[in-house]
């Protein structure tokens, strides 16, 4: 029963995975959305919608991870990469408090302040770009947890 529980939760990662990259996408093009000044405000609107959706699949996706998901699965069969997944759960910790500084300042931001949206903006490409790095440790790690042989055999 135990392979199937984390086959699911590996599914239920993945699937994961997939839609918040797409959500990332999305919120990418509307950050990069260049409009009219009559248009700032459906812009607005919907970076407020994206980000968001982004927030709630980024959490969603943080707690498979650290409930049951691959952190727990990788310090079982390799102890000696814990340092690696403190890391990781560490930026957990800072993409949820970027998260919660971002949201606020996007529903608050006022159409006529041009530079102040401009900044936020920013902020949010800086996250996104944080949290691809981030991704690509994670790989790195479940790739290096499965593949590494750490010889032993004679």
């Given at each position: 029963m135990q392979a199937i529980d984390a086959k699911t939760q590996a599914s239920a990662a993945c699937l994961e995975h997939e839609i918040l990259n797409h959500v990332k996408q999305a919120l990418r093009v509307t950050l990069g959305w260049k409009v009219p000044t009559e248009g700032i405000p459906r812009k607005l609107s919907s970076v407020q919608f994206t980000l968001k959706s982004f927030q709630r699949h980024l959490?969603?996706?943080?707690?498979?991870?650290?409930?049951?998901?691959?952190?727990?699965?990788?310090?079982?069969?390799?102890?000696n990469m814990h340092f690696r997944i403190d890391r990781l759960?560490?930026?957990?910790?800072?993409?949820?408090?970027?998260?919660?500084?971002?949201?606020?300042k996007v529903d608050s931001l006022s159409e006529y302040d041009d530079a102040e949206i401009e900044t936020v903006c920013e902020e949010i490409y800086t996250l996104l770009e944080r949290i691809d790095h981030h991704d690509k440790e994670e790989i790195a790690l479940l790739q290096d947890s499965m593949w590494l042989d750490e010889g032993g055999e004679g």
């Open positions: 959490e969603r996706l943080m707690d498979i991870e650290e409930q049951d998901g691959y952190m727990t699965f990788v310090e079982e069969i390799k102890p759960e560490h930026d957990h910790g800072r993409f949820r408090r970027a998260m919660d500084s971002l949201l606020p």
